[in-house]
């Protein structure tokens, strides 16, 4: 037995049982630990990754779910919007322990990777699936201000 | 060799501290951990001051009992007041050493000697002797019998500096948090808690849960776990487990709330500070009195990531991966409970999600230990339940505050506070007992009996003295027989404390007829404090009305009455709830060492109270934790987030205070007062929901 995916845009085949949840495929069979486990309910965000580059919960999703479809994890995110969100949190200090911001930064790589740049309500709607309990909110807003800023000036796409 | 942990000094040897066997590198070596709040950077921009080397060449050796200094908890935002300090004389020392080294080597004297990148220079040109050649030639196991004078802040390019942050960048992949370790054969356990701290497991049948995969079923009294090959297995077995265990012994439902409970409790009285003519106002005498009584629920560390341990228990040897906030401690407490000396167990601490005080972290190696005994040499990982972190974690108590105080001619003439709490401490090892969840089931031995809060002025007790000049009457009523697993949670009492001061500081204000800022500046002869009060009041247009629906806020406090001085204004609007616009704060640490990581602290701090007093308190019945998801815990959302604006009032003058704690109670009382403004009436009981401003309005009606 074995199921077939697609991580990364890598094809891979995983040898667990296809109701085994996506999260534990890719990081304990597939060595994937930037997406991290935080509540198993879809609550929190930080286990999220790209399916056919919709944001979903990897707590939630089986194996037999994604079997036909392209998984995105934060360890495939290399293009120059994934350096323009890099740049901007560390330029705001947009983080304190980092536990949420690997599902934040995948939510956040979907939003501004749209064909026109998001508005105020579409970053709140992709920021609303995530939590954050350090208080590095208020930090985070304003990198993804910063980097909503160097997208609109095309910067993403040098 | 020396003794690892042992204790560091002005006159520990260099090979406590120091290694520079690796040319290019310092390893520093430090028994306080990272917990997201930027430690280890702000003591490597120390260590990299003193030693005129970039922070790149720094790197550290943290939280193991192996190697790293006996520096107690990282715990009560003392780390770069204390351990900040002593990193910096021992650099100071290293430095003195290699200087002299060079001297002798190079033969001149000392003071024809620069360094700069750790290269050393002779009258400005470069020598061949660097920092790790005359490394080799000291003796880092000699005490080295004197101390040496630190630089000059007036120097200081490193320290001061925002050094970025980098190590968020690095946490964005994999690898970095104790969750993602792994190792060959690792295997995965977990126990099942409690339903209730006094249920006792009566029968539970283990065979169903016996399956390909299933490697140990661990029972011992009440602590049954299970040891799998995988997670998922571990998932479907403890599922099963769950469904077949009786438990007896679980209090009946009660509408009695934790507050009614503590209102309720026994206490012991102490009373913390008695000025003349501060015993509370006579209704007898002059001026105009005013009472009110203040409250906060019991309240959740919530981590983001789940609590974590690894273990590997052998016959020689036990060693642990914790993301505890005291690792020696942890140690003891292990080694006591599986009968080992404590120098053959080994906990090494890793980076976990933030954790704001005493979470499970300990809880979850100690599990990982006890299971890992019933599968000798493999290592087991334990990763909690969220339902586990919500409803097993230690908790904030509790705190009930009244205060009463007299005005007379616009001053306040007396004042009396009576706070009123359950402990703030019960970490490993505190009373001498162990205090962690699964030696606890596992034998009566090893149960909590006796629960004990930190001396005076700090626990419950912590800020309950005002900083303010006026007579003071201040008691502490301590009850030590709450039925909920409490301890160290972000600033202990002095969020409560502070919230309840503030407040009524506001409502004194209004008494008097005078302008709140006005008021606290009128007893406030600190001259730091007057300082970060009146710029805070600047900065956000404290004085400038508002429009209706809409209200200014102010809170002020010295963290602990010595530490960092923090001042707070919120700017809210209410209509049916509260929502927090904006937050500004003024704050006073002294030598600030990395700036952004400063103002990521108080920043974190002041979200975080925003979302305790707006949102939270741990949902019971009667004594039974009832949360099952954050959507019975909710916390702070990103669309509830107000902007903020922290200023720094640097003054290398005085010595670094911590910041890790100053802005939780003043941002309580500047949210408090600013929603008090806004609303026209004054909700005094946390949080304040929107059930609590109905129930108000309604009344007033």
């Given at each position: 037995m074995g199921i077939a995916l697609t991580v990364n845009g890598t094809p891979v085949e995983v040898?667990?049982?296809?109701?085994?949840p996506l999260i534990l495929a890719l990081r304990n069979?597939?060595?994937?630990?930037?997406t991290r486990f935080g509540?198993?309910?879809?609550?929190?965000?930080?286990?999220m990754v790209l399916v056919d580059s919709e944001p979903r919960y990897?707590?939630?999703?089986?194996l037999d779910d994604v079997s036909r479809n392209q998984v995105t994890t934060i360890e495939g995110l290399k293009d120059g919007l994934a350096e323009v969100l890099r740049e901007a949190i560390l330029a705001e200090s947009?983080?304190?322990?980092?536990?949420?911001?690997s599902g934040i930064f995948v939510s956040l790589h979907h939003c501004l990777s749209s064909s026109v740049p998001p508005k105020h309500a579409e970053v709140a709607e992709a920021l609303g699936r995530h939590l954050c309990r350090c208080g590095a909110n208020a930090a985070i807003l304003r990198a993804v201000k910063r980097a909503l800023e160097r997208v609109e000036a095309g910067v993403s796409d040098a | 060799m020396p003794e690892p942990g042992s204790s560091s000094g002005?006159?520990?040897?260099l090979t406590d501290r120091f290694d520079?066997?690796?040319?290019?590198l310092v390893v520093l070596k430090t028994g306080k951990v990272e917990l997201g709040q930027g430690i280890l950077l702000a003591l490597r921009q120390i260590a990299a001051e003193e030693l005129d080397?970039?922070?790149?060449a720094i790197v550290t050796v943290s939280g193991?009992?192996?190697?790293?200094?006996?520096?107690?908890?990282?715990?009560?935002?003392?780390s770069v007041e204390t351990s900040g300090h002593e990193v910096r004389n021992a650099a100071a020392v290293l430095r003195w050493e290699l200087f002299d080294a060079a001297a002798r080597r190079l033969?001149?004297?000392?003071?024809?000697i620069t360094a700069e990148g750790g290269e050393f220079f002779v009258a400005g040109s470069r020598s061949n002797e660097t920092l790790w050649t005359l490394a080799a030639k000291?003796?880092?196991?000699?005490?080295?019998?004197r101390s040496a004078v630190p630089k000059?802040?007036?120097?200081?390019?490193?320290?001061?500096?925002?050094?970025?942050?980098t190590q968020l960048l690095e946490r964005l992949?994999?690898?970095?948090?104790?969750?993602d370790l792994s190792f060959d054969g690792m295997l995965h356990g977990r126990v099942l808690r409690?339903?209730?701290?006094?249920?006792?497991?009566?029968?539970?049948?283990t065979d169903v849960i016996r399956?390909?995969?299933?490697?140990q079923v661990v029972r011992e009294h009440d602590f049954i776990g299970v040891v799998a090959e995988s997670e998922q297995t571990l998932a479907t077995a403890m599922a099963r487990l769950e469904r077949r265990c009786r438990w007896s012994g679980i209090p009946n439902d009660s509408p009695q709330t934790p507050l009614d409970i503590l209102a309720n409790a026994d206490v012991t009285e102490r009373v913390l500070r008695a000025d003349?003519?501060?015993?509370?106002?006579?209704?007898?005498?002059d001026g105009q009195t005013l009472s009110a009584v203040y409250s906060k629920p019991l309240i959740g560390h919530g981590s983001i990531g789940p609590s974590c341990g690894v273990a590997i228990v052998s016959d020689s040897a036990v060693e642990v991966w914790s993301h505890s906030q005291n690792v020696f401690a942890l140690r003891d407490q292990i080694a006591r409970v599986l009968g080992?000396?404590?120098?053959?167990v080994i906990v090494r601490h890793r980076l976990g999600a933030?954790?704001?005080?005493?979470?499970?972290a300990d809880d979850a190696a100690m599990d990982a230990a006890l299971l890992a005994r019933a599968v000798a040499g493999r290592p087991v990982r334990v990763q909690w339940t969220r339902k586990d972190e919500l409803t097993c974690e230690p908790l904030g108590s509790p705190m009930r505050i009244a205060v009463q105080a007299r005005i007379r001619d616009g001053r306040i003439a007396e004042w009396k506070l009576t706070t009123r709490s359950g402990t703030h401490m019960q970490r490993p090892?505190?009373?001498?007992?162990?205090?962690?969840?699964g030696p606890a089931a596992a034998s009566a031995k090893f149960a909590t009996t006796v629960q004990m809060d930190l001396?005076?002025?700090?626990?419950?007790?912590?800020?309950?003295?005002?900083?303010?000049?006026f007579p003071q009457h201040v008691a502490y009523e301590f009850a030590?027989?709450?039925p909920f697993r409490l301890s160290a949670l972000r600033s202990l009492g002095a969020f409560g404390n502070v919230f309840a001061i503030e407040s009524f500081m506001d409502e004194l204000a209004a008494l008097a007829g005078c302008d709140p800022v006005e008021f606290r500046l009128r007893h406030l002869a600190d001259p730091r404090a007057r300082r970060v009060v009146s710029r805070v009041a600047e900065i956000s247009d404290y004085a400038k009305p508002c429009e209706a629906g809409f209200g200014r806020g102010l809170g002020f406090a010295r963290f602990k009455n010595t530490g960092s001085y923090c001042a707070v204004v919120a700017l809210v609007s209410v209509d049916e709830t509260v929502e927090v616009q904006k937050l500004w704060a003024a704050v006073d640490a002294?030598?600030?060492?990395?700036p952004a990581g400063l103002i990521s602290q108080v920043e974190g701090g002041m979200l975080q109270a925003a979302s305790w007093v707006l949102k939270e308190s741990v949902p019971t019945d009667g004594t039974r934790l009832i949360a099952e998801s954050w959507k019975d815990y909710p916390i702070l959302t990103f669309a509830e987030t107000p902007e903020t604006n922290v200023e720094i009032i640097a003054d290398p003058d005085f010595p670094s205070t911590g910041v890790?704690?100053?802005s939780l109670g003043p941002t309580a009382g500047a949210i408090a007062n600013a929603g008090a403004s806004a609303f026209g009436m004054r909700i005094?009981?946390?949080?304040?929901?929107r059930e609590r401003l109905m129930k108000a309005a309604l009344e007033a009606e």
């Open positions: 040898r667990v049982d296809g109701s085994t069979e597939l060595g994937l630990k930037g509540c198993g309910g879809e609550d929190c965000g930080a286990c990897s707590c939630t999703l089986q947009a983080g304190q322990c980092g536990y949420c911001l | 002005w006159n520990a040897p520079l066997s690796n040319p290019g080397l970039s922070v790149d193991d009992t192996s190697a790293s200094p006996f520096e107690g908890g990282t715990v009560g935002s003392v033969g001149v004297p000392i003071s024809e000291i003796d880092f196991l000699r005490p080295p019998g000059s802040p007036n120097l200081y390019k490193t320290v001061g500096a925002n050094v970025p942050q992949g994999g690898g970095a948090f104790i969750h409690k339903p209730h701290p006094d249920a006792r497991l009566e029968s539970v049948d399956a390909p995969g299933v490697v003349q003519g501060s015993s509370g106002p006579n209704p007898e005498e080992r000396a404590a120098q053959d933030g954790c704001y005080g005493h979470n499970g090892g505190w009373g001498d007992q162990v205090n962690l969840l001396p005076d002025h700090n626990g419950g007790s912590k800020n309950a003295v005002a900083l303010y000049d030590a027989d709450l002294g030598l600030v060492i990395n890790g704690e100053v005094r009981e946390l949080p304040l929901t």
